[in-house]
């Protein structure tokens, strides 16, 4: 279902509707030479990138009876076009949000806007594209929409900044002393070359989510990996989601948690109540 359309999936093929996103490795490389040649650090997020995209084959979908009654609403002459049960044929030639392979549409669009600017990936990783003019560079790590950049020009950043302004519109421009980017917070490099990362919010947000409000001095205690055969099974939904959430937070800023994820990772097909409750 593509925003209140349906859409028959069976045509798609895996490598034709993924994008690629900048590996956590490069993206943690770029930050600490970023920090060590005291660069400038920015972020950028393009408001509704797909829809400046284009399907390579447009879509047939079929409206529902709500939406298609707000499209009436909204263009009285398109009443002509309800079908019988109220729905409505349409044809997508955008990367409309939902779609399968909106994502790639986009990267190949942004892709093709740094290009023309004169940046250059690298075949090995293909999310980071680096440019260098009067021998100052600016180094960008892509993540679908959202931009990370460590520049020594200012001059580069400003020509970016106006470059995806003039052709998707004025893009969210972070330059803070903290900066966010997909759930960490990274700040300027100081003075001697150090720079941190952190997860605060984001690590709220999940203790929040999940009511977790117990503190502990250490990520587990001593009969940590004892099972107990008594306890009962408990929603796999809520646990994967809770585990998923908490190895985000632990491949970027919080490895002392690895080993007891990695542990209770083994029991995702059945988790019992105990493994819930270690999670928390």
Request: aromatic residues 8%; negative net charge; contains cysteine.
């Amino acid at each position: 279902c593509v925003n209140g359309a349906m859409v028959d999936l069976s045509q798609y093929e895996y490598f034709h509707k993924t994008s690629p996103t900048v590996r956590l490795e490069s993206l943690s490389t770029l930050i600490n030479v970023g920090a060590l040649e005291r660069r400038n650090f920015s972020t950028m997020d393009v408001a509704g990138a797909y829809l400046h995209s284009h399907l390579e084959v447009p879509h047939t979908i079929i409206v529902d009876r709500a939406m298609a009654a707000t499209f009436v609403r909204l263009r009285p002459d398109w009443a002509q076009y309800l079908r019988h049960d109220g729905t409505m044929y349409m044809v997508l030639d955008k990367a409309l949000y939902g779609l399968p392979e909106s994502s790639v549409q986009w990267w190949k669009e942004i892709k093709s806007t740094l290009t023309e600017l004169g940046y250059r990936s690298d075949p090995c990783e293909p999310c980071v594209f680096q440019k260098t003019k009067n021998g100052k560079t600016n180094t960008l790590a892509i993540h679908v929409d959202d931009i990370f950049g460590a520049s020594q020009s200012e001059e580069l950043i400003v020509e970016l900044y106006d470059a995806i302004k003039a052709k998707y519109g004025s893009p969210t421009i972070h330059r803070d002393d903290v900066l966010p980017y997909l759930g960490m917070g990274i700040s300027q490099p100081s003075s001697d070359g150090s720079c941190a990362v952190q997860m605060q919010q984001y690590t709220k947000k999940v203790l929040d989510e999940f009511g977790t409000t117990d503190k502990a001095s250490s990520p587990t205690v001593d009969d940590f990996f004892v099972q107990d055969k008594s306890s009962p099974d408990t929603n796999p939904s809520e646990f994967l989601s809770l585990l998923m959430k908490l190895m985000y937070l632990a491949l970027r800023t919080r490895p002392d948690i690895l080993l007891p994820l990695a542990h209770l990772s083994t029991f995702c097909k059945r988790p019992k109540h105990q493994h819930l409750q270690q999670l928390h």
